[in-house]
Nanobody, 121 residues
Framework: QAQLVESGGGLVQAGGSLRLSCAAS????????MAWYRQAPGKQRELVAP???????NYPDSVKGRFTISRDYAKNTVYLQMNSLKPEDTGVYYC???????????????WGQGTQVTVSS
């Protein structure tokens, strides 16, 4: 079993920046993929920053040019740098990772508890 813990959320004015962190711990053999999602009130959770094992990204238009995902392989940590924040970026941001916990086991999706990001106008 593995765990993901997010941090770095908070309150910021429009145009400001935040840097979110997500650290994986527990039984980890290999992290195949990490990504960031967010969920605004009344909306479904959406993918905002994927990062494949090949470090390929495909940002949605809503965040492209403003958000940057990066991964520290040595620390089993993924970051989300958010610049030029807008009120519509407000929501709970969740870390997601595809983790193989054992050498001969399968890979599974893991989710963090989320961190609140609030952008005021």
């Amino acid at each position: 079993q593995a765990q993901l813990v997010e941090s770095g959320g908070g309150l910021v004015q429009a145009g400001g920046s935040l840097r979110l962190s997500c650290a994986a711990s527990g039984s980890i053999f290999r992290i195949n993929e990490m990504a960031w999602y967010r969920q605004a009130p009344g909306k479904q959770r959406e993918l905002v920053a994927p990062l494949t094992s090949g470090d390929n990204t495909n940002y949605p238009d809503s965040v492209k040019g403003r958000f940057t995902i990066s991964r520290d392989y040595a620390k089993n940590t993924v970051y989300l740098q958010m610049n030029s924040l807008k009120p519509e970026d407000t929501g709970v941001y969740y870390c997601n990772a595809v983790i193989q916990t054992r050498r001969w086991g399968n890979s599974y999706n893991y989710w963090g508890q989320g961190t609140q990001v609030t952008v005021s106008s």
